[in-house]
């Protein structure tokens, strides 16, 4: 079936079986790698990307449940340049083999849009469904916290 | 961007954009992963140091980046005896013909800055000498005079200045010193102080790219059918559904099992679920877990291959010693990238692309899969989406290859979660039994005999060298090989030699009636694993003791050169544990990037509470019970203590940090449990029956 919808601020049309997860889309007919696959059930959120203002867990989302959407990927979390998160991502040293951070930063950037100042608990509770096997999860929380207080002393928190 | 793209003839011949440049190569010791095995054949050139005209400094890196940090470590050696301009310096990926490289491409054993410390420092010291010298005969001045600092040589006199590039020319065409002179460490600039990883940027905005994300033109992606029980033989195959799946482009049988090849991921993989295979899967009827237990439980009353013995260790058991049985599991290393690997057949040659941790064995490997010299097979080494030791197998490309026999162009076999959890490479399940005896307040005798469903290798190490002064001896071993398939696990014996030794210490300060720390403390052997104790033992603030309701435990453990030990802060309430605080001492000589080292720490901690709260590896008829991170649950952000790493001042070389935080971290967790409630845990990962025992 065809579907059409907002790929990073460009809006796409792919012919695939209506059930094509929009992981593969997103990997095998649009080329965005960025978006990783690890678990293929929901439980690892290395694949989650931004459908909508919701993070979304790409690999068991079909592709048609996104018909007319805006879907944003990692490869434009921070439109033309760095997002805070992922510049704080690197002042921090959070990624070790990088394979889940998009995930992670997919899902810390939609937390503080919604929870501009986050306490641990809240981080916890929206960042559980992300799995990390180097075991980043300090600097996560670290680095979510800076990137909050950053965020609001430059006045967009 | 990280350069993958350099050859040998390149880095020999020119620099980046053609012309003049300084090359120097220098001495690294073969890989000692398993040294134990493979001791001898001496030292080969392998340091390569290229610096061009523009100034570049290019050194090559030949171990994978998995997320440790190589690839800013080691470059860091060589810049700092160079006097390099830092952000001129450039990691290089190691040839693509892994077979012209001196010494096998492999990397583990928490070897690769302990073995590259030495000749990185003398190739940047070589470098900067021969720059000195071509820099003093321009300006007909002597070389004394001179002084190299930040990318340039200074003759401090007469205030002239020349870059690194302007004086490759002439460099080049000098002898490379053999004895250079090497700093004195007060005066590094470098080593020691936090540099930003260089693979950090391309791993926050999407462009990284590891061995899932190859793309190439005309690729097919193929998902295999693997053996549902190890050994397990094919009966019949109905692929007639498969192949009515849009996009399913071929099925066929390979020696692992049967292969969809479609022209994308999703066809593949809908294309095997239509897949039908009958398996004969006797071979590994009543192959088990429990089964084994059993069976290695069994052999607990027989003496096994004495490893150690020293002293009358039945005497000195006496009549009524402290006794423990433990039990651990096979572990899966789960790396969140799943098993992978490209290859295209093609012109009496392969080209593969690996997320690998061993780039000559998976050039070998695929060599010998495709029927041709390992130098016709190209290897394009990708970022690892993790390893810890499960990429020191060469399994992904040995069914990559066979795969691309049959396909025209380049296919990729990506391997489900599934596939990856159910074949793995595992961290052999163990049985230990241990006596000890303490009498005068000292361990008087000790007896630890183990039984392993593994090589020697993987189970055995560790065993015969509690880092403790003990008059009687003994250490002995049965080992079991089954169907199962086995490997090196971050850490690979320690993780069970750790937990089983310091769980057993402690029991038997427990029964001294002594302090755990204190009677530690009181028998160790080796200095540097009683500095790294004392240190953590300090910060964590054992002697204020634990908060109400909670225990304190620790455990010291030497492994790969390097010495941890860790305090743990434990509650548990209705038989679950949690973990608020582990505090790390670690002593692993001199540090080169201390937050690269911490991130080391804090990532080994986490993969060992997996193993200790977690999960495990159950295998039943003959195949593995778990597939996915719902039976193998990884710890969470939510599960995590507060972890704080600190580090032994130390100007000894730097040894590995990679696997020796994981072993002590278990044993931390059970010994603050008994403090906590009274209960001994002897199995992991712990469950919520034993803690209410």
Redesign the interface.
């Known amino acids: 079936m065809s579907v059409t919808f907002t790929v990073n601020g460009e809006r796409r049309t792919v012919e695939?079986?209506e059930d094509?997860?929009l992981l593969?889309v997103l990997?095998?007919?649009l080329?965005?790698?960025?978006?990783?696959?690890?678990?293929?059930?929901a439980?690892?959120g290395?694949c989650t990307v931004d459908v909508d203002g919701q993070a979304v867990r790409a690999c068991v989302t079909p592709v048609s449940a996104v018909q007319d959407g805006r879907v944003t990927?990692?490869?434009s979390?921070?439109g033309e340049g760095?997002h805070t998160l992922?510049r704080i991502?690197?002042?921090e040293?959070v990624?070790?083999?990088?394979?889940?951070?998009?995930g992670f930063?997919m899902q810390a950037a939609l937390l503080l849009e919604r929870t501009p100042e986050p306490t641990d608990a809240e981080?916890?509770?929206e960042?559980?469904?992300?799995?990390?096997?180097?075991?980043?999860?300090?600097?996560?929380?670290r680095a979510i916290h800076r990137a909050a207080r950053e965020r609001k002393e430059a006045g967009h928190g | 961007m990280v350069d993958r793209t350099v050859t040998r003839r390149d880095f020999l011949l020119t620099g980046a954009k053609g012309g003049a440049a300084l090359v120097v190569a220098v001495h690294l010791p073969a890989s000692d992963l398993f040294a134990e095995e493979a001791r001898g054949d001496g030292f080969h050139p392998a340091a390569w140091i290229r610096i061009d005209a523009e100034g570049i400094v290019s050194v090559v890196v030949d171990e994978a980046e998995l997320g440790q940090g190589v690839l800013t470590t080691l470059p860091m050696i060589v810049a700092e005896e160079l006097e390099a301009d830092w952000s001129k310096v450039k990691p290089l990926m190691p040839p693509r013909d892994p077979s012209s490289w001196v010494r096998p491409i492999s990397t583990g054993g928490s070897t690769s800055t302990r073995t590259a410390w030495d000749p990185l420092r003398k190739a940047g010291a070589a470098a900067r000498e021969m720059l000195r010298e071509a820099a003093a005969r321009r300006w007909g001045v002597p070389i004394p005079e001179t002084r190299a600092e930040k990318g340039e040589i200074i003759h401090a006199a007469s205030g002239r200045r020349l870059a690194f590039g302007e004086l490759v020319e002439e460099a080049a065409r000098l002898p490379v010193p053999d004895d250079p002179p090497l700093k004195d460490p007060a005066d590094y600039t470098l080593i020691g102080r936090p540099k930003p990883r260089v693979d950090l940027p391309e791993k926050v905005d999407g462009r990284a790219a590891f061995g899932t994300d190859v793309a190439l033109d005309g690729m097919r992606v193929a998902s295999v059918e693997q053996a549902p029980a190890f050994g397990a033989r094919i009966l019949s195959v109905d692929d007639s559904g498969a192949r009515q799946v849009d996009g399913v482009l071929d099925v066929f049988r390979v020696p692992q099992g049967v292969a969809v090849v479609a022209r994308d991921t999703w066809a593949a993989l809908r294309g095997r679920e239509a897949l039908r295979v009958e398996w004969d899967t006797s071979p590994s009827a009543g192959l088990s877990s429990d089964a084994l237990f059993g069976e290695l439980e069994g052999l607990m009353d027989e003496a096994g291959e004495v490893e150690e013995e020293r002293g009358d260790v039945e005497a000195a058991l006496g009549p009524d010693p402290v006794t423990a049985d433990f039990r651990l599991p096979f572990l899966d290393h789960a790396p969140m990238e799943p098993m992978n690997a490209t290859a295209w057949v093609r012109d009496g040659g392969v080209e593969v692309w690996v997320p690998t941790q061993v780039a000559t064995a998976s050039q070998e490997a695929a060599a010998r899969v495709a029927g041709v010299r390992p130098s016709r097979v190209v290897m394009n080494v990708t970022f690892a989406g993790g390893g810890f030791g499960r990429r020191l197998e060469t399994d992904d490309v040995e069914l990559a290859v066979e795969v691309a026999k049959r396909v025209d162009g380049p296919v990729q076999v990506l391997w489900t979660r599934e596939d990856s959890i159910r074949h793995g490479a595992y961290r052999p399940l163990t049985v230990h039994r241990l006596r000890g005896a303490v009498a005068g307040g000292r361990v008087a005798g000790w007896h630890h005999r183990a039984a392993g469903a593994g090589g020697r290798g993987l189970v055995v190490p560790g065993m015969a060298s509690p880092p403790y002064r003990i008059p009687a001896l003994r250490a002995d071993y049965h080992l079991k090989e089954t169907a199962v398939p086995v490997g090196a696990w971050r850490s690979v014996s320690y993780t069970h030699m750790g937990f089983v030794i310091e769980s057993f210490m402690d029991m038997l300060a427990h029964r001294a009636g002594a302090d755990p720390y204190r009677f530690r403390r009181a028998h160790m052997t080796e200095p540097r694993l009683r500095a790294a104790l004392d240190l953590a033992v300090e910060k964590a603030g054992w002697d204020r003791g634990a908060p109400d309701g909670r225990g304190l435990g620790v455990a010291a453990v030497s492994s790969f050169s390097s010495h941890a030990a860790e305090v743990a802060e434990v509650s548990v309430e209705d038989g679950r544990v949690r973990v608020h605080r582990v505090v790390a001492g670690i002593h692993c000589g001199r540090v080169i990037n201390p937050d690269t080292l911490r991130g080391q720490v804090e990532g080994a901690i986490t993969l060992a509470l997996g193993y200790t709260l977690k999960h495990g590896i159950t295998v039943r008829d003959g195949a593995v019970v778990q597939g996915n991170f719902t039976g193998y649950p990884l710890m969470r952000i939510d599960e995590m203590p507060e972890v704080e790493v600190y580090t032994v001042p130390s100007e000894d070389p730097p040894t590995g940090i990679g696997e020796p935080p994981v072993p002590p971290l278990a044993a931390a967790v059970a010994n603050a449990v008994f403090a906590a409630t009274g209960v001994r845990v002897t199995e992991l990962p712990f469950t919520r029956e034993a803690l209410r025992a």
């Open positions: 695939v079986p094509t997860p593969w990997r095998d007919t080329q965005l790698k960025g978006t990783k696959y690890s678990c293929g059930v439980v690892c290395a990927t990692i490869e979390l921070g760095l992922q991502w690197i002042e040293e990624p070790q083999c990088g394979y889940c951070q998009p930063l981080i916890d509770r960042m559980a469904g992300n799995l990390c096997r180097c075991g980043t999860y300090s600097r996560v929380r």
